[in-house]
């Protein structure tokens, strides 16, 4: 059986899995659940991940939930995959350490700035949290650029999962209007090299101007 992707294609963390299994060039099937597709509560969907929230990458009889998770184990079960999660412990920690400030500090206030503009009507916007998220969250990003120095990506001249679990953020935040982004060269420079990239441009730059609450 092929691989089965659970969740809707304009969920950020779905397009993170999307995005690698691209890169991967891996063939796979895209259930929609959740948002406007519901699902979540169906029975069979429960029984596939404790949490009840998507993704789900489903391989035959095993299942697995949480975007990070997913790409581990995608690069672990995929040809290809060593590439983006090479075979080094000190590596290894090192991709790991970038994943996961990007699923905690990164999207905790990306998801500030977009619930903001996008989810939210106009006359309840709060625009001075969601500057304040914003400003935030380039703090974040700068972190990367410092870390990028002269080398292509985050690890190195080639991309790794670090580079998929935060770069996944960047086209929606450098897209959404109202809000003021400061130059970050090094960052922009990255996020141009991502936006080069077939799988991403096919998987993250997607139009979202449906998921914007009517005012």
């Given at each position: 059986m092929g691989l089965e992707l659970y969740g809707r294609k304009d969920s950020i963390n779905v397009q993170k899995v999307m995005w690698f299994l691209g890169e991967l060039g891996v063939e796979y099937t895209q259930i929609e659940k959740g948002g406007e597709f519901g699902g979540l509560d169906d029975e069979d969907f429960q029984a596939l991940t404790p949490f009840g929230l998507v993704p789900v990458l489903k391989d035959g009889d095993f299942a697995v939930a949480e975007s990070n998770a997913i790409l581990?184990?995608?690069?672990?079960?995929?040809?290809?995959?060593?590439?983006?999660?090479?075979?080094?412990?000190?590596?290894?920690?090192?991709?790991?350490?970038?994943m996961d400030f990007g699923s905690s500090s990164m999207f905790g206030e990306f998801i500030k700035v977009f619930s903001g503009i996008v989810r939210t009507p106009v006359k309840d916007r709060k625009m001075g949290q969601i500057v304040i998220a914003a400003r935030r969250f380039q703090m974040h990003t700068l972190k990367i650029g410092q870390t990028l120095d002269n080398q292509s990506f985050i690890t190195g001249n080639q991309p790794t999962l670090a580079d998929i679990a935060t770069g996944v953020y960047m086209f929606r935040f450098f897209s959404l209007p109202l809000i003021k982004r400061q130059?970050?060269?090094?960052?922009?420079?990255?996020?141009?090299?991502?936006?080069k990239r077939p799988a991403y441009a096919e998987n993250v730059e997607t139009d979202f101007r449906h998921m914007f609450v009517n005012s």
């Open positions: 581990r184990y995608l690069a672990l079960t995929q040809p290809g995959g060593e590439a983006f999660y090479p075979n080094d412990p000190k590596l290894r920690a090192t991709i790991d350490m970038w130059s970050q060269a090094r960052v922009e420079a990255w996020f141009t090299k991502l936006h």
